[in-house]
Nanobody
Framework: QVQLVESGGGLVQAGGSLRLSCAASGRTFSSYTMGWFRQAPGKEREFVAAISRRSGFTYYADSVKGRFTISRDNAKNTVYLQMNSLKPEDTAVYYC?????????????????WGQGTQVTVSS
């Protein structure tokens, strides 16, 4: 069982940066694939980024590639999402997700555990 808690959301101006954090429970964090999803009002939840359980691979949605960076610190049981060059269309609730071992990282069904989400608002 894993519990996830997101933090770091807030209000930023377009072009600004924000770093999200996701703290996970347990001592087997390094064995989990971690992902970030987001959901804007009136839209379905969409994949943003993922990082492999051993931090050897990262994956990004085309919409954020080159602007967002996912990373993890297994010693701190934490995964991060560094967001740069933010755009108004990045406004959404961002969710952290986890799944033991490898998974279909770009799909919601590939994850077993979800955080409560953190709001990110980008003003124009």
């Amino acid at each position: 069982q894993v519990q996830l808690v997101e933090s770091g959301g807030g209000l930023v101006q377009a072009g600004g940066s924000l770093r999200l954090s996701c703290a996970a429970s347990g001592r087997t964090f390094s064995s989990y694939t971690m992902g970030w999803f987001r959901q804007a009002p009136g839209k379905e939840r969409e994949f943003v980024a993922a990082i492999s359980r051993r931090s050897g691979f990262t994956y990004y949605a085309d919409s954020v590639k080159g602007r967002f960076t996912i990373s993890r610190d297994n010693a701190k049981n934490t995964v991060y999402l560094q967001m740069n060059s933010l755009k108004p269309e990045d406004t959404a609730v961002y969710y952290c997700a986890a799944r033991a071992g490898d998974t279909y990282y770009q799909f919601e069904y590939g994850y077993d555990y979800w955080g409560q989400g953190t709001q990110v608002t980008v003003s124009s």
